[in-house]
Nanobody, 113 residues
């Protein structure tokens, strides 16, 4: 079992920055991905970014590449999503996702224009 707890969401003006955190506990995620998805009302959850837990290899959705960065701490207990140059379209509930099966509770990000 893996537990994921997100934090760091909030209200920010367009052009601003936020950093989301996902605290990871439970069984080891070696060679598995952990990442972020986001969801707006009436739409399915959409991929944002992911990182391979073992080697830190990162990948991004086209609409956030160059603005967002995903990284983990050296102790491999927390994964972060640094979000820069935020746009109103980035407003959503952001979810941490791990191992293809585990989800956090979500954290709201609201970008005002």
């Amino acid at each position: 079992q893996v537990q994921l707890v997100e934090s760091g969401g909030g209200l920010v003006q367009a052009g601003g920055s936020l950093r989301l955190s996902c605290a990871v506990s439970g069984r080891t995620l070696t060679n598995r991905d952990i990442g972020w998805f986001r969801q707006t009302p009436g739409k399915e959850r959409a991929f944002v970014a992911a990182i391979t837990w073992s080697d830190g290899n990162a990948r991004y959705a086209d609409h956030v590449r160059g603005r967002f960065a995903i990284f983990r701490d050296n102790a491999k207990t927390t994964v972060y999503l640094q979000m820069n140059n935020l746009k109103s379209d980035d407003t959503a509930v952001y979810y941490c996702h791990a191992g293809g099966a585990y989800w956090g509770q979500g954290t709201q990000v609201t970008v005002s224009s």
